[in-house]
């Protein structure tokens, strides 16, 4: 009796490590291989033909030194001071907004998902010409309020105005995201609420809020996946100018591997950017979880 269990123990392990081999092997090609190669890479000099080179602690030391590479990180930083609060708000009003409309509730959320699944060619194509200086917004501006804003060309303008159209491309998936957590808050607690003389604010600050937080952690957490490895808008639009104010990363990264024929450093960059994001999203969900006391 003993050996006829464990022989159907061992079929049973069979049956399942066969399920999960595919899986296994999944993960061993597209996972296991990369971070292997990475490590290599690492500790490597190699310029993509031949075996690569041992070079000890030589990349990580030229991260560490490298004003150009903390400069993009610095652009980054700026990027998310504006794009995250802004975006954040934006995809709160519409989320509101949308869940008080009666009719058209479909028509209106594809319309806003229209933008994040356009090409990222285009639209930076077509707001690099609409906010040229010569473009129709500075005309606009000109003509109603005698200004010209140099939106790409001042490095003091150009984070903000790439930021303006990430925003524009994600304000309604965020907005989604943050509507399908609104819709998850039970009607009850605001009407008890009301029974206890509470007006909107308190309803907004007291209810709505505490219960968003794990939508708002989401959002927060895929707006700073987003700004590391943001490259289309700047490429397209300013190509890291002026002045480098809008170098990215992922667009240092990508000529340091294709056009300086360097991968080894490249890699050793993406590797210390991967540990900055993780470290930018370890400190939101530390400081913004929280348990929801409604009492």
């Keep these: 009796m003993m050996s006829k269990r464990k022989g159907l123990a061992k079929k049973e392990a069979r049956k399942g490590f066969g399920i999960s081999s595919i899986y296994l092997i999944y993960a061993a090609i597209f996972w296991g291989y990369p971070f292997v190669w990475l490590f290599i890479l690492l500790f490597s000099k190699w310029r993509f033909v031949g075996s690569p080179q041992f070079v000890g602690f030589r990349n990580i030391t030229r991260v560490l030194t490298d004003p150009l590479f903390w400069k993009t990180v610095t652009n980054v930083f700026r990027f998310m001071m504006y794009y995250i609060p802004l975006v954040l708000i934006g995809a709160l009003l519409f989320a509101i907004a949308l869940n008080k409309i009666k009719f058209g509730k479909t028509f209106i959320s594809l319309s806003f998902l229209l933008a994040n699944v356009s090409s990222g060619v285009a639209y930076s194509i077509m707001f690099s010409n609409l906010f040229s200086v010569n473009g129709p917004v500075n005309k606009a501006l000109n003509t109603l309020f005698g200004i010209t804003i140099p939106w790409f060309t001042s490095p003091q303008w150009a984070m903000f105005s790439i930021a303006l159209i990430v925003i524009w491309k994600f304000i309604g998936y965020y907005g989604l995201i943050l509507y399908a957590g609104l819709t998850a808050i039970p009607k009850s607690l605001y009407e008890a609420a009301e029974l206890d003389g509470a007006g909107s604010l308190t309803k907004f600050f007291k209810i709505t809020l505490p219960l ?84």
């Design 212 to 295: 968003l937080n794990p939508s708002i952690i989401m959002v927060s957490v895929l707006a700073i996946t987003l700004a590391f490895g943001i490259f289309t808008e700047p490429y397209m639009i300013t190509g890291g100018g002026p002045m480098r104010s809008t170098l990215t990363p992922m667009m240092h990264m990508i000529t340091t591997a294709f056009q300086r024929m360097d991968p080894t450093y490249a890699a050793t960059m993406a590797v210390f950017v991967a540990m900055i994001s993780f470290g930018m999203i370890w400190i939101i969900r530390k400081t913004m979880e929280r348990e929801v006391d409604l009492v």
